[in-house]
Structure formats: structure tokens, C-alpha cells
């Protein structure tokens, strides 16, 4: 197996979450049940199997890697991917493939597909992923990943199989459906983005950005620069109904050490365990 950068795995209810996210260097996170993506600031190896991706937003930490994802799956013979993005970024996100093809000398296939907040993406039968607006310096978007399920009307349950059938041939709607949040990435954004979209509080797993810790960093200024700060989660503590929560995209001005600290003082019981430091 070939390792070429650092990659963090933790498995929750099911579903296994990798990556790598540290605020100006590098952000990828897999899905892999789920097949999908989320960031290419870095390219894992093994992540090029996966066919679908889901860019938040075009500052190079989180698309630098997409011409080397497309082009290694089109040098192993695997389909072009699907890449979904903010819609203002598709035009020069192609621009850059196509630059990257002409010094290459190798094609760069895939599917950009350009995403407005509201937008819905089937990925499966059973799955659907719901861009968000966010807040951060350019167009941004989070995502939300929906387990759709359909549950038969109760006016229907005393029927029998053959009843049912003849119901559903006929035309007439016999479920409803239900969709259930199972994970939410935000990307960069300030607190906004978290308070806009209620959604990223009641998903199962929430992936989100805790870039700034320490206590003398002026909120304003990172607000402005689109970024959170461990006061903006504290101050949000009793809203995050989430199971699980993984705090990534930490700035390079501290250690891991320094990180843990910080938030043991805000945080000392971690959130009652639902706290995930991505280090």
C-alpha cells in the first residue's frame, strides 16, 4: 500500500471517516461506505477508488490535488469521476484541468457538476447530499448526506401484500418518505454557516472546522476571514445534537499538545465523548 501523506480513520455507527484536515496545508475526507468524497487538497493513494467528490469551496488546501485525483483514475483505466463544486468555481476548476492536460500531455476526464445552496444529489437509491450555504471569503458550500427511507401510510398497514400491489400499480402513493441526516461537513465557514443550516446540528456525524483555540485570538478577525474559534462551539454547546463530532482544519500556529490543552479547558468531558480532535 502506498502512503504518501497523513491520514486519521475513526468508525462510527457503520460509517468510516478518513482524512486529513489542517488549516492551510491540506483537507481530504472519505466516506467509503458511502462512496463519496468530501475535499482534494491532498490526494490519498487508496482515495482515488472512490468516483464521486463534493468540493466545498476553491482555496488550494481544498482543491490543490484535484488534477492528480482525476488523472490517476484515468492512468489506473477507471471511470472519469463526478465532482460537484460551487457553482461559480466550474468554469476555472476546467480551466486548470485543461492547463494541467497541456503539461501533462494526458487527458483529464471527468463530469464537473456546479452546485447552488439547495441543490440535491442522488447518490444512490438510499442516499441524497444537500449543499448548504456557508460562510467563508469565497463561494462556499457544506454538505449534508441524507439516508432516504420510505415507510408505508398507516392507512395502508391492516392491507395485504397482493392489496398493496395492486394500490402501488394503480398509481396511488402508498409511502412517505423520511430522511434522516447522517453526516454533515461544513467546510471552512464562519459560526453563520453553523447557525444558517440547523441541519449540521442534528446529523449523526458532523465533520466541522475548529481552526483557532487560543484564547487571545481576536474572534472578529477570524469571523471575517470566514473560520470559527472554540468559543463560537462553546457558545453553541447545548444546539449540537450530533453523536458524533469531529473538530478539523486546526491552525499550523499550534502542536497537537497545545490543541489538546485548549480545548480540555473549554471542553473537558469533550463534549460528554462526542468530541473528536482531528489530529
Request: hydrophobic share 40%; net charge neutral; with cysteine.
Amino acid at each position: 500500500m502506498v502512503e504518501n501523506v497523513p491520514l486519521l480513520s475513526h468508525v462510527h455507527d457503520g460509517l468510516t471517516i478518513e482524512g486529513y484536515s489542517r488549516a492551510a496545508v491540506q483537507t481530504c475526507w472519505r466516506i467509503s461506505e458511502l462512496k463519496l468524497l468530501f475535499d482534494v487538497g491532498v490526494q490519498p493513494w487508496d482515495f482515488m477508488g472512490t468516483p464521486t467528490l463534493f468540493i466545498s469551496h476553491a482555496h488550494l488546501d481544498h482543491i490543490a490535488a484535484l488534477p492528480a485525483y482525476v488523472s490517476r483514475r484515468r492512468m489506473m483505466k477507471m471511470d472519469p469521476p463526478v465532482i460537484y463544486l460551487p457553482d461559480s468555481a466550474v468554469d476555472t476548476a476546467w480551466d486548470m484541468l485543461q492547463t494541467f492536460r497541456k503539461l501533462d500531455r494526458g487527458a483529464m476526464p471527468c463530469e464537473l457538476v456546479g452546485l447552488l445552496p439547495g441543490d440535491e444529489t442522488s447518490i444512490s437509491r438510499e442516499y441524497i447530499v444537500t449543499a448548504l450555504p456557508t460562510r467563508h471569503t469565497i463561494d462556499s458550500v457544506g454538505f449534508v448526506v441524507h439516508q432516504i427511507r420510505h415507510k408505508l401510510k398507516p392507512e395502508f398497514l391492516e392491507l395485504s401484500g397482493e392489496q398493496i400491489r395492486n394500490l402501488k400499480m394503480a398509481g396511488t402513493e402508498i409511502t412517505t418518505e423520511s430522511r434522516i441526516p447522517v453526516v454533515a461537513y461544513t467546510g471552512d465557514t464562519a459560526p453563520k454557516g453553523l447557525d444558517d443550516n440547523p441541519v449540521f446540528y442534528d446529523a449523526k456525524v458532523l465533520i466541522s472546522e475548529m481552526t483557532f483555540v487560543a484564547p487571545e485570538h481576536r474572534k472578529d478577525k477570524i469571523h471575517k476571514h470566514g473560520h470559527m474559534h472554540i468559543d463560537d462551539w462553546r457558545k453553541r454547546a447545548d444546539r449540537f445534537n450530533n453523536e458524533l463530532i469531529i473538530a478539523g482544519h486546526l491552525s499550523t500556529r499550534y502542536n497537537d499538545s497545545q490543541v489538546k490543552r485548549f480545548v480540555d479547558k473549554v471542553f473537558p468531558d469533550r463534549m460528554d465523548g462526542r468530541l473528536k480532535l482531528w489530529l
